[in-house]
């Protein structure tokens, strides 16, 4: 077990660790969504739920019936098992009851599945061998900074709605590009905390 | 082998557990209850709130036109929502125009029914059925056209105005990953009630047409939906001109064999052409057509005849057949039904020599 404030772990997660900014983790549905900041807020709720949710249950799972039984060989394919699960359960309540959002997330939402950030924090989790708390505050962070990520993502691509960008940079390239700048940024909380 | 079977065991477990909370949830979140479907103001059903449209309303069977089974990749499955459709969504966006949008015309394979809804179809869709027909035989007439006589299922009956056509499920088969519904006339009378005819001509590379000429057996069982079309027989005084080469002779058998049914003494003409004397067909059956039919006429042209052919009758192709028998005398109406290109140039002529557009019926093969 490692000896940091859980507390610490959330805010690296959020800030120096950023699963965007710092592993370049989740990017798909990151430059696809993060058009508006309405929509890039929801989805970011979506993943936090799924983030902070299936790390809980992976933590348990892994700890109480894989590794008991010798079988940590078999995380990946457990860990995605939970996460689509879980995946499913929020498109259906999302198309459900915010039936407007379910339109504007489109093909994203199911997406999410795959999302690389989601399997990491799991993965991450049981690498650096944290325990229950500290997996809570870690995929609560992680969602959270993924959030912040795309929903920052999301106002600076409304300002360029109305700049002049060159035509071969407009969309993906210029997002890529803003990416990395804000990557650098984010480089500036580095040190405040560090975990790992 | 305990290590594996415990594997085994755990993996299946969870996945058991997490399978069995989604179902819960599946019944608890989605289930939208019971809504009412109502079609045209008229008639009221109640289905199963979630589904597509388009499945609620083929389980209600109603049958709309759809190609692709769902899939939303070909956009014939549409219809007009008037009330309770929700939100118009992005995949329907390539198959439904602006114009369209903004009457209420939506594709009912992706909405979703999650509320009471009202819709307006044409009324001859109620009409339409799909059901599996034996093969009663099939024969070969020329060496590109087959006949086939199909039977519905014991008990069903199918109705339909004569010139009007039913679509073909072509299954998959080595070659054709996708099932798809083509459209060929029916060549039988509506009086008979309980099997259909269609000529099938073979098409080079042509899904259905392979599969009907390649892979069919009498022993298989053909899915057929409909029957549709605006091209059928109108029943009247006028005298009668019918056009058609190749396949298209199976409306215009129907519309003949449904007037000798019902006795109807109309004067009719039969303008027939095709390219050599092997290429004809059905001549025995439409020969007796004019026999048992006193106004009836046939007119046979080859456009290519050979020496093989024997052939001493009119050459040439059915518009100059038209050009030296058609008189002008008379109000007439026209059925026309074949290639494209042909249609384009008889309807020309037709309206040279005086019959009115609006009485010109046809059906173009295409």
Known sequence: MVEINPLVIFVASIFTNNMILANFLGMCSFIAVSNEIETSFSLGQAVTFVLTATSVLNYLIYHYVLVPYNLEYLRFIIFIIVIAAFVQLVEMIIERYFENLYYSLGIFLPLITVNCAILGVSLFMVIRDYNLLQSLLFGAGSGIGWTLAIVAMAGIRKKLKTASIPKGLEGPGITLIITGIMALAFLGFSGIVKIQ | ??????????????????????????????NYGEKKLIINDDKEYTVTGGDTLLSSLIEQEVFIPSACG????????????????GRFLPTESGYVTKEEKEKGVRLSCQLKVKEDIRIKIP??????????????????????????????????????????????????????????????????????ATSVELFIGFVPEGIATTYVHEHLEPSDRLTLVGPYGEFYYHPGDREMIMVAIGTG?????????????????RKVTFYFGSRTRSDLYMMDELRQLEEELPNFKLRVCLSRPTKAC????????????????????????????????????VIEILKDKGIPEELIYYDKFE
Do not use: H
Request: proline share 5%; hydrophobic share 35%.
């Open chain 2, 310 to 345: 024997n052939w001493d009758g009119d050459e040439g192709r059915v518009t100059d057949l038209l050009e030296k028998y058609m008189t002008e005398t008379g109000e007439k109406e026209a059925y026309l039904c074949g290639s494209p290109p042909m249609i384009d140039s």
């Open chain 2, 70 to 85: 769902g899939k939303g990749s070909c956009g014939y499955c549409k219809v007009k929502v008037l009330e309770g459709g």
């Open chain 2, 123 to 192: 009324e001859e869709l109620f009409n339409v059925k799909q059901y599996d027909y034996y093969i009663d035989f099939i024969e070969d007439v020329t060496d590109k056209i087959k006949y086939i006589r199909v039977n519905l299922p014991e008990g069903k009956e199918i109705n339909f105005k004569p010139g009007q056509y039913i679509q073909l499920l072509t299954p998959k088969y080595k070659g054709n990953p996708e099932e798809i519904y083509r459209a060929y006339s029916i060549a039988s009378s509506p009086n008979d």
């Open chain 2, 1 to 30: 082998m305990t290590v594996i079977i415990r594997t085994v065991v755990i993996i299946s477990g969870i996945s058991g557990s997490l399978a069995y909370l989604l179902s819960l949830a599946n019944k608890v979140i989605a």
């Open chain 2, 249 to 265: 002779l199976a409306p215009i058998m129907s519309i003949l064999r449904y007037m000798r049914d019902e006795q109807i003494n």
